[in-house]
Nanobody, 118 residues
């Protein structure tokens, strides 16, 4: 069972930047970031496959960049021009099957890191 540990969240002013990171204990085929705001359902933010194919939620396109270092089992999310609507708990996630573009079938989850934009 692969474990995921996120870091990098915190408070930030609107327009600012944060970089979230996720360290996996082993290889996972697809990895991604989800977020959950109070009173809202968890939503997919960004995902990446084993290469360079990425997929983003419309709300973060052009502002967020997902990347991974496969040999190091490391995932990151660079978040720029943050908005108050980006405030949420952010979760690193992974799955061993599925299609980039689909937000389903993620079955490995981290504990989350809080991002607060004011």
């Amino acid at each position: 069972h692969v474990q995921l540990v996120e870091s990098g969240g915190g408070p930030v002013q609107a327009g600012g930047s944060l970089r979230l990171t996720c360290q996996a204990s082993g290889y996972i085929r697809h990895m991604g970031w989800f977020r959950e705001a109070p009173g809202k359902e968890r939503e997919g933010v960004a995902q990446i496959d084993t290469g360079v194919i990425t997929h983003y939620a419309e709300s973060v396109k052009g502002r967020f960049t997902i990347s991974r270092d496969i040999p190091k089992n490391f995932l990151s999310l660079q978040m720029n021009n943050l908005k108050p609507d980006d405030t949420a708990m952010y979760f690193c996630a992974g799955r061993d099957w599925g299609t980039v573009g689909s937000w389903s079938d993620f079955n490995f989850w981290g504990q989350g890191t809080q991002v607060t934009v004011s």
